[in-house]
């Protein structure tokens, strides 16, 4: 990437407490993928980036490079899906989201494709009832673009083939389970 800073948008897929103040944060970016950063003094009460950065919201960010990870000097939130953050079960289900994608994708890969997958189901989540349906349309979806599965061919049990390509289960697969049965 050239330049030493720059500016996308991009999904809170995790954050993760770092050191007193600071806080990792894993952001899947338009412009870049997947990128780690840090932003430092994030936890301090009076840090004006406090609130934007929210699992699951979609940020503008700018950041500048650094020699190990990435330092964020700017966020603004752009969505922060209030229609979504109102219901426990779709909470999760924005959660099965964001670590699904954090674990397959590797960092630095754009994909347009799969940033309006996220875009699309978390719209469709503001309204749907059957979170199961779309649950498991998501993961259908996301291997299909991913190419882990043929397109066009039905898959029956989404979550058994995306622990084959994770190689684990995810914390949330269970979670969603519970909550859109």
């Known amino acids: 990437m ?14 993760i407490d770092y050191g007193e103040a600071d806080r990792l944060l894993v952001i899947f970016t338009l412009k870049l993928g997947k990128v780690r950063l840090i932003a430092k003094g994030i936890r301090k009460l009076q840090s004006r980036k406090r609130g934007h950065i929210e699992v699951f919201n979609l940020v503008k960010i ?11 000097t700017e966020a603004e939130v ?12 779709k909470i999760s289900l924005a959660y099965y989201f964001m ?9 630095e890969e ?7 997958l996220i875009l699309d189901n978390l719209n469709n989540l503001k309204c749907t009832v059957n979170l199961k349906k779309l649950r498991l349309a998501f993961t259908t979806d996301l291997l299909t673009l991913l190419g882990f599965w043929p397109k066009g ?4 049990d989404p979550d058994i083939k995306l ?3 994770l ?9 969603g389970r519970r909550l859109s049965s």
């Open 2 to 15: 050239k330049g030493k800073s720059y500016q996308t948008e991009g999904f809170v897929l995790a954050k």
């Open 110 to 116: 754009p994909n347009e494709d799969l940033f309006k």
């Open 62 to 72: 700018q950041a500048h490079r650094g020699r190990n990870l990435d330092i964020l």
């Open 163 to 165: 622990q084959e390509v």
């Open 99 to 107: 670590e699904v994608v954090g674990r397959i994708i590797h960092d």
């Open 167 to 175: 190689e684990r289960e995810l914390s949330t697969v269970r979670v």
């Open 153 to 156: 061919v039905l898959l029956n």
């Open 78 to 89: 752009v969505d922060h899906f209030p229609e979504i953050r109102v219901s426990l079960k």
